[in-house]
């Protein structure tokens, strides 16, 4: 037997960033973390030494400066190794880029170079009880008052509810649309509370944070009123692009682990290799990730040409998500009684994997803008 040969090219980055998991033990550091939730100050800290947080943001803004596809193959290896939790980790700043195009110079200073240091953590307040999806139904407001505002609303579903420093927030300014600001979360008026533990990824312990009142200065304001989701277009393709990398890398694993283990283990007199109700699904699943890969690289690629590629962005982390689930839950058939159990990382690798059917744009969402490509219409509204 062997191993099928993956499409994503090696390179120093993903010798260094793979070297860097074994040295801060990623893996297990990921295990930890799904059976005790936190969020991880210490890595967090260690990769941002390391100056792996931010692969693509520009040096200038303290991060490495990386071709999307470099940064995407850097991150497709790290989820290969470790799951989600780091590879979105290393993340985290291209969450944040409205700081370094919006931002003044002392939040581009004080918050974004930090969060590229892994001093700091930045959330991303968009959900709310009554708007999700539909992101331009927000009711949170942010009401002028002389030269600031003063913001009111409850955000909910967010990641890293009780632990961020700061986070984005995204609130109605009077009539002219939508709206980001910086707000930091030790604020008076803001008060934050733990969710119930979710099905996976709960290191990101996400919550509700309720916002009373809080008085902001106009420096506070990220781009011009009403102009947050115009600002957010170019990161939510990036974002998309480098999460389908992720949910990949981790189906990736699931597989590869996969067809090791039903070319040794024998049934009926033969490896369970032999049987075609094994092997075929094991097949398509090669078929799928190695294709789902040269899509991601090729929009990347065009992205990094200039191209507009939203609509394939959007369809990327629709097909990597799918694609990646059921390669995992292949690997849970396949293994048996051991697979459904936490002994193996299948199980938690679907939990984790499955959140990427909802946060940054439920899947049918994912659809419905892909779907403006070929039938244009006014977009409205972005989601979380
Ligand atoms: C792990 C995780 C982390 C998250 N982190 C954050 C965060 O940090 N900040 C933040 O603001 N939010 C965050 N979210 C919330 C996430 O962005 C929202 O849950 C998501 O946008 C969906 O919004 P909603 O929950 O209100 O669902 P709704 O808008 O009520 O939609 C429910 C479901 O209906 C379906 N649906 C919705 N619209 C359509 C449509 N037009 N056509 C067909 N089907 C549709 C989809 O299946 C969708 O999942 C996170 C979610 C998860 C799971």
Redesign the pocket.
Known sequence: MSRPVSPVPPSSLSREVAAAGSELHLAERGRELDRTPEFPRREFRALGERHLLGLRTAIGHGGRGLALPDAAAALHGLAYASGTTFAKLVLQPE?CSLLTEHGSAEQRRETFRALTEGRTLV???????G?????GALSTTARRDGEGYILDGT??????AVDADSAIV?AQTEASGVTAFLVPQDAPGVDRTLGAP?L??RW?R?GTVRYSGVRLPASARLGPEGGAFAALKDELTRERLLLAAIYLGVGRASFDETVEYVGARAAFGRPLSAQQGVAFPLLEDWGRLDSGWLYVERALARLQAGDDVAAEAALAKRMATDTALLAIDHAIQFHGGRGYSSGLPHERRYRDVR?G?????????L??TAGGRLWPRPERGR??
Do not use: Q, W
């Open positions: 969450f959330g991303n307040h968009i959900t709310e009880p708007a999700g999806s539909d992101a955000k909910s579903e967010a990641a890293f995204y979710d996976g990824e990101m996400r959140s059917g909802i946060a940054h744009g439920p899947s049918e969402v659809l419905r989601s979380g």
